[in-house]
């Protein structure tokens, strides 16, 4: 079957640095993206990987290992309107379906 | 402004009677999609167009009708809503030319069927 596993919930501190993790096993893999979603509002996109390694964008870096299956999302310098939930979801061979994980609630505190 | 619209942004209705959750890009996109989100199950695929009158079922298909006769929109449809159906959706569109490109959301419809 397809799988995407989070950690529901994640707490951290105004200024430090949080690490999200996402674990992922689906039929073909064409990429994998990080959303970040406010309550209520719709997600945004904040990262796209498709190769093995570190893409940095500002206070975001996303990562990913494909033989691990494994990615995860790093905000550095928090700030109080990074909390929101963050969606991690895997682009298969379906048609380019996506796959959302259940997100990761964050939230920063001062 | 590049945009995805949906309308309504809330409804409260009753059971069995039809109703039609509108979507419309103007960013020319040709992949558009229908999710809905439930608390503790993330955001599931209701059903997907890959361009105009191409149409397939997502994960959660059963209860819901879609069109795709212009580019730009894209309803849901829901002939008999049911309790079971109260959820926040949202429709999301994309180019189709590379598996990088990002979907962009529309601001969401909160249903609630009594």
């Known amino acids: 079957g397809q799988n995407i596993d989070q950690p529901t919930e994640m707490t951290a501190t105004e200024g430090a640095i949080v690490q999200i993790n996402c674990t992922y096993q689906?039929?073909?893999?064409?990429?994998l993206f990080w959303y970040q979603q406010h309550a209520g509002e719709a997600p945004t996109f904040l990262s796209y990987?498709?190769?093995?390694g570190l893409e940095e964008k500002g206070r975001f870096s996303s990562f990913l290992s494909r033989s691990k299956g494994y990615s995860y999302l790093l905000l550095k310098e928090l700030q109080m309107k990074d909390s929101a939930s963050y969606l991690c979801?895997?682009?298969?061979?379906?048609?380019?379906?996506?796959?959302f994980g259940q997100g990761t609630e964050l939230s920063v505190k001062p | 402004e590049a945009q995805v619209t949906q309308n309504p942004r809330y409804l409260i209705t009753v059971t069995g009677k039809k109703l039609t959750v509108t979507c419309s890009q103007n960013m020319n996109h040709e992949y558009m999609s229908w999710y809905r989100q439930d608390p503790g199950l993330g955001l599931r695929q209701i059903y997907y167009s890959m361009n105009v009158e191409v149409t397939d079922k997502g994960d959660v298909p059963e209860g819901y009708k879609v069109s795709r006769k212009e580019k730009r929109n894209f309803p849901l449809i829901l002939e008999s809503p049911s309790p079971n159906q109260t959820s926040l959706y949202f429709c999301?569109?994309?180019?189709?030319?590379?598996?990088?490109?990002?979907?962009?959301f529309g601001d969401g419809t909160r249903l609630s069927i009594l």
């Open positions: 999301a569109s994309r180019l189709t030319g590379g598996a990088g490109q990002p979907q962009h």
């Open positions: 979801a895997v682009r298969g061979n379906q048609g380019g379906k996506l796959i």
């Open positions: 689906t039929s073909g893999f064409n990429g």
């Open positions: 990987n498709v190769l093995d």
